[in-house]
């Protein structure tokens, strides 16, 4: 019968929760083991629980407070870590309510109704612990001044953000997750240049009408689709270590804003370009492995970009090719294709 209830409480954690690890898990288990005696008393260390919020006895560094329709950020106790204050209306995040909450490793306020202007200057400054901040789907319009540099996780998409400046990201080491997708970002400067361990970027559905500079090297994931670029820089890839996907879909690429060779470097897993205004199929790596071209203006199917002729050994990795949405028909695929692209399982043209 334990057993049953330990996995009804684990599918009613929050989905957001449900790749990540799970703080409560060792509640669970110690109660699967049968020996877990908690007290029942409300632990008051550090401040009372707010009337509007419910802090479980028996996991007391836990404060829920989410989807009760609250406009009023409620003050969080000294003793908790993790802090559950999504899906309200909360408008305002004074410093007065964070100002003892040294402890927190993650503060959860995506879905309110936050503005830039009611968030105190200092609100975030003194949480040295706090690793994981979830503000999207808010309405701010900067990056809060004086985030924590502790910071690990930051999502801040579906917001009106217009600008990043360098101030607002300096000095986050250790920030590996960046989501700024869904803003009005026009200018980044060289605020992503700081972010030494980040390997996921994404400034997807931005205002940008060209690459940031100064991509951090570590990055596996970057995310620039739905933006207005028309252009890459100059040895774009070249710069990077790590970085497997990269999607540049529903942009303004052109055959010529694309420098010769950009995306033949190994090491690329997956290159999404569809929905721009390619008319050609550009150069890739033999070891590319999903390439999306579909809804370009491409007129020719050119097997070269896919495989040098030279050396047959060294055929092409490739299992995904889209083309579907373009100017060419099955009749443009030479029948050398299948020498090449032995490996493709989805083709379509
Ligand atoms: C912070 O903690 C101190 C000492 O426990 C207490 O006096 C103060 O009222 C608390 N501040 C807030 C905003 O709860
Ligand atoms: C936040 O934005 C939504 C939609 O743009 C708007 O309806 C709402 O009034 C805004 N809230 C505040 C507090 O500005
Ligand atoms: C980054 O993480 C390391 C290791 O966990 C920690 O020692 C360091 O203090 C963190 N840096 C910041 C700025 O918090
Ligand atoms: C890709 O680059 C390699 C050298 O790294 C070169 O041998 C090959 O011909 C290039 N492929 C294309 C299609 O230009
Ligand atoms: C195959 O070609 C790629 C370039 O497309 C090159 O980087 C790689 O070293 C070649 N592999 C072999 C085994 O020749």
């Not at 401040?47 to 919020?53: F, I, K, L, N, T």
């Not at 579907?324 to 443009?332: K, Q």
Request: with cysteine; hydrophobic share 40%.
């Amino acid at each position: 019968m334990r057993v049953v209830i330990v996995f009804l409480l684990s599918a009613l954690l929050p989905h957001s929760l449900s790749h990540q690890p799970d703080p409560l898990a060792w509640v669970y288990t110690r109660r699967s083991q049968g020996h877990y005696y908690g007290s029942l008393q409300a632990d008051t260390a550090g401040g009372a629980c707010p009337d509007e919020c419910d802090c479980p006895p028996t996991f007391p560094i836990a404060m829920y407070c989410d989807g009760r329709g609250l406009s009023t950020m409620p003050t969080i106790p000294s003793r908790v870590k993790y802090a559950y204050l999504q899906n309200n209306a909360i408008t305002a995040v004074p410093d007065s309510t964070l100002a003892n909450a040294t402890n927190l490793v993650w503060l959860m306020m995506h879905h309110n109704q936050l503005t830039s202007d009611a968030i105190g200057k200092k609100a975030f400054l003194k949480l040295e612990s706090l690793e994981r901040l979830y503000l999207q789907h808010n309405n701010l319009t900067s990056i809060p001044s004086n985030l924590p540099r502790s910071l690990r996780d930051l999502r801040i998409n579906h917001n009106k953000i217009e600008k990043v400046i360098a101030a607002d990201l300096e000095g986050m080491d250790n920030l590996t997750i960046l989501y700024l997708n869904d803003n009005a970002v026009t200018d980044m400067g060289t605020s992503l240049k700081a972010l030494k361990s980040l390997t996921l970027l994404d400034i997807s559905g931005n205002k940008l009408t060209k690459v940031p500079e100064a991509l951090p090297e570590h990055l596996h994931q970057l995310y620039l689709e739905s933006n207005s670029i028309d252009a890459l820089p100059e040895s774009f890839l070249g710069g990077f270590t790590q970085l497997q996907y990269i999607r540049i879909a529903h942009n303004q690429l052109t055959d010529k804003g694309i420098p010769a060779n950009t995306f033949n470097v190994t090491g690329l897993v997956e290159l999404d370009l569809s929905f721009n205004k390619l008319e050609r199929i550009p150069p890739v790596s033999t070891t590319l492995q999903h390439l999306y071209l579909q809804a370009n203006q491409i007129k020719e199917f050119t097997l070269g970009s896919f495989c040098t002729f030279t050396d047959v050994s060294n055929f092409s990795k490739l299992r995904t090719l889209r083309l579907d949405g373009n100017e060419i028909s099955l009749e443009d695929v030479p029948s050398e294709s299948s020498i090449c692209l032995r490996l493709a399982s989805t083709i379509e043209i």
